[in-house]
Every structure is written in C-alpha cells, then in structure tokens.
C-alpha cells in the first residue's frame, strides 16, 4: 500500500459539515485492491490480537462488535485503516469517533477519511495504521514494541500541541457559547470572536489586562508595598541583592521562621519555606539565587497555616483551592520511593500540565524536603503517616489541590476583591496563607503571600477533591458582556462563475452603510478600497486574514472550489451563503469527477448559513436550487424569470426573492414588488448587454438585502459599481480603442464562455475571439470551449497559457481546434500559441467598429498590452 497524499481539513467540508477537523488520505491499495480481509491468511485472527478494543467500534450493522464482524467477512483495506486510525489516537487518549471510506474514479485508490483532535497526531495516526495492517498483511501479527512506541509517540505529539489546560477551559466554554475562536501566531495567543468583535487571550491574561497590573503582580516586593499602604496584611519581609546581607534580613524580618525566595520567581521555583536556621537559610538563599534573573531574593517571616489560591474575575471572587503539596501517605509496606512510583501511577497525573494533576518528580528538592522531615526514600512510612515532597503546594510540581469555593468567610472575599482591584488586575490569582480561611485572616494572623497574573485555572476546573468550578464562564461574561456579540457579519460567495465580480459587488454595495467591509477574491485581500495582499485569495487563509483584522466590521468573502476541499472553509457559520452556479470546471481534480460531486462542493457554503441566515440560491440552476433541501438555514431565490415555478412557489409562501423583470432588478416579499434600479442605470450590466452580469447583481442585491442593507443604499450601490481594470481586473473590462473595442475577461470554462457569448451576441460588428483553456481541464471540456466559441465569433485565434499544467505544447489548442471544427468548420481559425502575439494579432487585425475578446491566463499582462493601443475610453 502506498499513501499517496495526505489533506488537514480544519473548517466544514466536502466530507463533513459537523466534523470540522478531518484527515483526508488518499491511498493506493495496490496489490491489495482485489483482496478483501477474509482473503488474507490469518489477518483477522492478528488484528484482534493487536487491537482488541476494536470490539467497541460499531460499524454498518449497527451494534457492538460490528466492524470486526465486517473484517471477518471481508472488507477492503482501506475501510480497516480509517477504523485504525480512529483506534490508536482513542487508546493515546484523543477522541475520535467519524471516518468514512470511498473509493475514487481510480481503481484500487481510496479516499480515507477520519477525524482527530490534534492535526499531527492525526496524520500520524494514518501512517501508522497503513504500517500495521500492511504488517498483518506480511506476517500475521504487528509487534506489541512497535504498537507501544506509535502509542507514545501519538501522546507525546498530544502534548506538545494542545493548548495549555487554562486555555482550553476558557475555548471550551467559548464553544459551548457559540463563541469563534482561533489560534494566532504569535506568543500562543487566542483570538475569541471575530473582526472588531474580537478580544485575545494568552493562557489567562486577557485583552482587558493592564500592562500596569500585570507589571506590578510581577514585582512581588512592590506588590506587597502597595498592599501593606492599603492596609492588606502581608507578611514582614525585604529584598536583597547581595549574600552579606541576609543575616541582616533575617533578624529585619523578626528571626526565624522564614522564607526565601526569588524576586522574579513563579510556579514556586526557587522558593523554600519554614527554615529554620543559618546553615538552611545559606541553601535556601543559594537555591533562590540560581532562579532568579534579576539576582533579587525576597526574604519574609514564615506564616504557619494552609496554602490557598483564591481566583478574582474581573472583581469577584469566583474560586478557592486549598493547595497541598506533594505527597505520599504511607501504608507501613511500601518505601517511600516505591509510595512515590504507586501515586504516579495514578491515570489523573501526567507530565507538565497535560492532565488534571502532575506527576511528582524525585529531584534535589525532593531529597531535602524529605532530609528535613527526617525520611529518605528507602524509609518506610507507618500507616497513616504523611511524607511531603515539596515545601510548596504548586500543582506543578505534584501538589493537589481541594476546592474551598464554599468555605470562605464573607470578609476575606470582601478583601480579595478588593486586593484585585488595589492591584488592578482583571484575573488574579491571589495566594493566602491561613490556618482557617472560614475566619477572617486578620483574626487568625493570615497573611497574603502574592498576586499572580495568569493564575493557571486547572486547580478550580478540576480540583482533586471538592467540586469543579466553571471558572471560564466568568471570564467570557467579562469579555462578551450580554448585549456584545462575538461575530460580524460574513456573507460567503461561491459558484462556479461571476464569483468574483459577485463578491466585489456585494462589498461595493455594504459600503455604502459606511462600515468597514474586509473582502476576498481570486485576485487580492481588501479592507475598503486598501489592498491588504495580493494573489489568488480564495481559500480559508485569506478568509482568515479577513477575520481576524480587529478593524473589520463586515466579511464578505469569495469561496472557491479549492480551498473547501483542500483545508475546509475558515468559519463554522456565515449569515448569508450565495451559491450562483455550478458548471463543468475543475472536473476530474481532487477526485471530483462529475458536476453533481461539483455541487456537493459548493454547497458546503449554502449548509453553514445559521438557522437565522439566508442561503441565496439561484432559481435558474437546478443544481444550485436543489441544495435547499439540505440547509437549515432560510432560503432566498434569484432569478432572470419571474415566472420561473421555484420563484411562484416561493412568492406563494411570503418568500423572499430578486429576479429581472420588465427591465428592473426587483426585490419580491411575499406579494409586495420593491424595483431596485433599471438595468440599463447599472453600470455593471453593462447597459443591460450582459444577462449574466444581471444575475450576479441580482444575487449581491438579494444577499445584501436579506442581512438588513436598506434597498436605497442597494439602489445606490448598484448605481456607482463600475466593472473598470482597476476595479474589477478581469471581469468584463471593455476597452475603447477608437476604431474599435477591446474586452478582457477571466473566463475560461463552458459556462462562462457562454455568459460572455450572452453579451457578445448584441454587439453591432465584427467579433473576435483569442481563446484558450487551462491545460488541466480535460480533453472533451477544451473541445466544448471550440465548439462555443465557433457560435460566438466570427473570426477565432486560439492561444495558450505559458503554464500548460502538465500538457504538451499545442495539445489544448488542438482539441480547442477540433471543437470548432466539429461545430462550423467555417469560422476562420488560426492557432497562435503565444498569449500576447495572439492578442496583439487581433488588436492589428480587427476590423473597424469591431471587438477583440480576450481570455487571458494573465489579466495584468492582457490589459497592459491593450492600454498601449492608446484608448480612449
């Protein structure tokens, strides 16, 4: 077997419209293609010895057990893949649970598709499955070393790319709200919501955390300064930079006990508390000092009771954990190193903060701590006893944590939230120590020890004992407060042709409410009229520029073909989805083969539209028309025939629709009919000539309409869009060049040839077509091009690209040739395969009142050589 190649899909998709995050691998089964598995020796018998669990997959018939029952009575390999691959990530500890299986129009090769949860474990997974069944296959059986190591390794590629636990507890909660979100690239960032909606987080700073609190929660000396002049008990305490002035330290702070540690410290590295004499304040002192950058170590009294973290959002106490460090209980058998072996076995402890608790790890550290209680580890603990590991509670060094939300006295939440906003914090994570939080600290001599910006939330979310704390909902409730929406508007645009002049005219028209409108197209990205980047920007990236630009207040995007079935679209929902036409282009790429797999495609943009949207389809296509049946979405129809049935039947239920009608672009509610503008005052129809330009205004108008844009700023719209070069590149550019016309258009499938034929057809003189194709289009659709164009033109040059796309020289013009022929051998053809020779051909050669048509591979390059021609116009 043979992976042949390997798609991440990240967004809804050709596959799946709930299944967002999907591996596609195409496989070559090779010499497996006519085996299934009850052919294949043993291969049942070593595939339930490798993977047992495989029992709990259910299958087609439905019930547990029933895939195995499908390998025992034969199915194909690829089937057995996708089913493995889904296995190995759930025993690494990632659920995953949706895979389909389809064999492509190339015999033997398979599309097998799955989900997961981490892009790279995913991939992983794939490769790994194919190796253990390919092993199978071979010699009966996988190695049990072999399956153990893909395990790790999936576990490790887990750990190093999911978010930190604090993070995913706050994106979580934004996905149970309906809330976007997105990693960006720098400084593990989050992004929640979209355009100027939008706020970040990084881990639990937010975008409403001052540099100023932040700043100050760092400065753990200065922090306790500002909160002694308020009045907050904090424990007696100075810095020092040097060594020769700890003794002085020592006795400023009131003697023994102490604690030492560093400035700059954090996640209780450096610190060492309850010390007790000179020779341990000299250790500690040292300790400190190789963790801290700034060589600043804080010296304070030690204050005996229990370790609290207690969490503020944006001013209110939400949480409280009693912190416990790390420990063993001894059961008077055991060492304490074997106690130590037996508690990390636990499946809540893992490595850094991965799981719920932290493995405890055997360290220097660990070593004193124990010296001092008296203990090394070869000691056996009597039953009941207690050996400390660490002097400091932090879950990341194995502390647990029990949840003491309910038990705190009224007046140290009065003082917390006070601490938090004396500090000015919007999320703190404030440390107490006290012997009783139930009592007030002032009456039990507790102090507060720091503040801390970015408390980590994993001790409130899943403390060891004590209930769970839904400590994300306050953090999105001060983020999006009710009334503040997360989203902006996005209005998607697909189809096959006219999407592109769709999209600019749609986002021509949503300026005119003076909002910012970001947009997308095959030719750049645009915030209003600025360029933001060039190129074909049609895929979930640049949807995704569009996005995440905090000064964006509208989305309107182009969605082309490739990037639903490369990656899935960028955004799990729009308000408006247009889908204009489906025609036979890109066919035979990507394994889509025939128009209706074409239309499956494009309408992945009709079937995100929320309940509350609009999917704007077009009356005239069936295909296009037919994808209402699968939307949840409500639909809006346009048309060019107001009598068409779907529109009646529409109007009949107090439908919404737009269609041409006695010379107006018409909006029809129910049975009120609101007439936008003529035709012939719509510069983009180009007076009316071009029907399929009419079209395209027709849906920008409905898709405008239905998201609440008032009809005279449609009116308007409609009115001041201008299909110019500069404008609009390529999309029906007509140039005057005196004695003639020129015209530039991106067309290059069947379908376009013939909306450009619709406008050609009314023009008073000669017609003159320089045509081509793309090389990757497939023979007979080059020959349909010819024989179109030999009804359209009078007189044909027929070029090619400079990128042939895998064809020989002169092999697209041929069967572009053999099409005419076949369609009016009478028309006067040449062949000129250079682009701009072709065209500068025609431009010499076109007789007076006539008209060039070109459809170049290079817009730029087509309308640079026109304009040297010296229009006019």
């Avoid at 932040?214 to 009045?231: F, N, P, Q, W």
């Avoid at 990390?344 to 220097?364: C, S, Y």
């Avoid at 995007?557 to 799990?572: M, V």
Wanted: glycine share 10%.
């Amino acid at each position: 077997m043979k992976i042949l190649k390997t798609l991440t899909l990240r967004g809804p998709n050709y596959w799946s419209i709930r299944y967002k995050k999907l591996i596609v691998m195409r496989l070559d089964l090779e010499d497996l293609a006519e085996r299934p598995s009850n052919e294949i020796p043993g291969f049942y018998e070593g595939l339930v010895g490798v993977l047992p669990s495989l029992i709990e997959h259910f299958c087609s018939p439905g019930h547990r057990g029933g895939f195995l029952e499908r390998v025992k009575e034969g199915t194909y390999m690829g089937h057995i893949i996708e089913h493995i691959a889904l296995e190995l990530q759930e025993l690494a500890g990632m659920t995953a649970g949706f895979g389909r299986t389809r064999e492509t129009a190339t015999p033997g090769v398979y599309n097998v598709v799955y989900d997961y949860v981490e892009e790279q474990a995913g991939r992983y997974a794939g490769r790994s499955a194919v190796r253990l069944c390919q092993s199978l296959v071979d010699t009966g059986t996988y190695p049990l070393e072999e399956l153990e190591r893909d395990l790790a390794d999936l576990r490790d590629l887990h750990a190093s790319s999911s978010l930190g636990p604090s993070t995913e507890t706050i994106v979580t909660e934004a996905d149970a709200r309906k809330i976007p979100w997105m990693l960006l690239s720098a400084r593990s960032m989050v992004q929640l919501g979209h355009g100027v909606h939008q706020q970040r987080i990084q881990a639990t700073l937010s975008s409403n955390s001052g540099i100023l609190g932040v700043e100050l929660a760092c400065d753990k000396e200065g922090t306790k300064t500002i909160l002694r002049d308020s009045g907050i008990p904090v424990p007696r305490g100075t810095t020092i930079q040097y060594f020769d002035d700890l003794e002085d330290a020592i006795a400023d702070v009131g003697g023994y006990p102490i604690v030492i540690k560093p400035l700059d410290g954090n996640h209780g590295r450096g610190i060492t508390i309850d010390i007790n004499d000179w020779d341990h304040a000299v250790e500690a002192y040292d300790f400190a000092a190789k963790e801290s950058k700034s060589r600043s170590i804080i010296v304070e009294r030690f204050y005996r009771g229990t370790d609290h973290r207690i969490l503020v959002i944006n001013g209110k106490l939400v949480a409280v954990a009693e912190r416990i460090p790390a420990h063993v209980i001894g059961d008077g058998q055991n060492t304490i190193e074997e106690l130590i072996k037996i508690t990390n076995q636990d499946p809540k402890r893992g490595e850094g903060h991965a799981n719920v608790l932290t493995k405890i790890t055997l360290d220097k550290t660990a070593l004193d701590v124990l010296a001092r209680q008296g203990y090394k580890l070869d000691s056996v603990l009597p039953e009941g006893n207690i050996a400390y590991l660490r002097a400091t509670a932090n879950l990341s060094t194995g502390g647990v944590a029990v949840d003491r939300t309910d038990d705190i006295h009224p007046e140290n939440i009065w003082l917390m939230e006070r601490v938090a906003k004396v500090i000015g914090l919007d999320i703190a994570g404030i440390d107490v120590v006290s012997p009783d939080i139930t009592k007030p600290l002032r009456d039990v001599d507790g102090v507060i020890v720091e503040v801390n910006a970015a408390p980590g939330f994993r001790m409130h979310v899943a403390p060891s004992r004590g209930l769970p704390r839904n400590v994300a909902a306050p953090v999105l409730d001060m983020l999006f407060p009710p009334g503040k929406p997360s989203r902006i508007p996005i209005l998607a645009v697909t189809g096959t042709n006219g999407k592109t002049t769709t999209t600019r005219l749609l986002a021509h028209i949503y300026r005119q409410t003076g909002k910012n409108v970001g947009y997308t197209t095959t030719d750049a990205i645009y915030i209003n009229e600025y360029l933001v980047e060039k190129g074909d920007n049609t895929g979930p990236y640049s949807a995704s520029v569009i996005l995440k630009d905090p000064t964006v207040e509208v989305a309107v995007l182009e969605t082309a073909r490739g990037g639903i079935l490369r990656s899935g679209l960028a955004f799990d929902t729009c308000d408006v989805g247009v889908v204009l036409n489906v025609a036979a282009d890109h066919l035979g790429l990507g394994d889509i083969n025939t128009i209706e797999q074409m239309a499956k495609v494009k309408a992945v943009v009709a079937e995100v539209v929320s309940a509350q949207g609009y999917a704007v389809l077009n009356a005239d296509d069936p295909l296009v028309a037919a994808m209402a049946e699968n939307v949840k979405a409500k639909v809006a129809y346009f048309s060019m025939n107001p009598e068409n049935p779907i529109i009646l039947n529409q109007m009949r239920r107090d439908g919404l629709a737009a269609v041409y009608e006695d010379g107006y672009l018409s909006i029809l509610e129910g049975k009120w009919t609101l007439r936008i503008e003529q035709a012939i005052n719509v510069p983009g129809t180009m007076g009316g000539m071009a029907p399929f330009m009419i079209a395209n205004a027709l849906a920008a108008s409905l898709a405008a309409f239905v998201n609440g844009v008032d009809i005279e700023l449609i009116r308007q719209g409609l009115r001041t869009f201008v299909l110019s070069a500069d404008q609009t590149p390529g999309r029906m550019n007509l140039f005057n060049l005196g004695t003639h016309h020129a015209l530039v258009d991106y067309a290059h499938n069947p379908a376009s040839y013939e909306a450009i034929g619709g406008f050609v057809g009314n023009w008073k003189g000669q017609r003159l077509g320089v045509i081509g194709g793309p090389g990757d289009r497939r023979d007979e659709d080059l020959m349909e091009l010819g024989e179109i164009a030999s009804r359209v033109f009078d007189r044909i040059i027929i070029k090619e690209d400079d990128d042939k796309r895998g064809r020989e020289s002169g092999s697209a013009a041929d069967f572009i040739l053999k099409g005419v022929m076949q369609a009016n051998a009478n028309v006067p053809t040449e062949i000129i395969l250079n682009e701009t020779e072709a065209l500068e051909t025609a431009l010499t050669q076109v007789e007076p009142g006539g008209l060039v048509v070109i459809f170049p591979e290079s817009v730029s390059r087509a309308i640079a050589h026109i304009q040297k021609h010296n229009p006019v116009g």
